[in-house]
């Protein structure tokens, strides 16, 4: 039901968007190889 949701359709679609923008221009981060997902958060926490 449209009152259940968390985000409404407009925003999760802007984000979406966003989110594929950022993508194409190379802003992302990529977990090193053999880095576990402990190690790429604390990273990503570090870098900050």
Do not use: C
Request: glycine share 6%; hydrophobic share 35%; net charge negative.
């Amino acid at each position: 039901m449209d009152e259940d949701t968390l985000i409404d359709r407009a925003t999760l679609d802007a984000k979406i968007r966003q989110g594929i923008a950022d993508y194409e221009a190379g802003k992302v981060h990529r977990m090193n190889e053999g880095e576990n997902n402990e190690e790429f958060l604390a990273r990503l926490i570090e870098s900050e």
